[in-house]
């Protein structure tokens, strides 16, 4: 069983800088590809940032350079480090998590598990 809870969203102004957190409680993220989801009000939700079993990580377009997801195996922590902050960043974000072997993570793979988001908020 996979259960994410996330943390540290909140309001930003633009070019800010804001780290979510996502726990899981009770299945070891090592085993996991865990991933990094938003939607924008008015938009589909979109993968952002994908970190596999094997350490890979992928990152979308619209982030690539500005955001930095990692792994805190000790906590069991994922985290999505956000930096140089734009206003279309504003979204709610969401952890989620995919079973299965190293190879498949991608921003446009299936995930099993999801957390409740956390909302961020940019203001210019």
């Known amino acids: 069983q996979v259960q994410l809870v996330e943390s540290g969203g909140g309001s930003v102004q633009a070019g800010g800088s804001l780290r979510l957190s996502c726990v899981d409680s009770?299945?070891?993220?090592?085993?996991?590809?865990m991933a990094w989801f938003r939607q924008a009000p008015g938009k589909e939700r979109e993968g952002i940032a994908t970190?596999?079993?094997?350490?890979?990580?992928v990152y979308a377009d619209s982030v690539k350079g500005r955001f930095t997801i990692s792994k805190d195996y000790s906590k069991n922590t994922l985290y999505l480090e956000m930096a140089s902050m734009k206003s279309e960043d504003t979204a709610m974000y969401y952890c989620?998590?995919?079973?299965?072997?190293?190879?498949?993570?991608?921003?446009?793979?299936?995930?099993?598990?999801w957390g409740k988001g956390t909302l961020v908020t940019i203001s210019s």
């Open positions: 009770i299945y070891s993220i090592s085993g996991l590809c």
């Open positions: 970190f596999d079993r094997d350490g890979t990580t």
């Open positions: 989620a998590a995919r079973l299965g072997p190293a190879g498949d993570c991608g921003l446009q793979s299936d995930m099993h598990y």
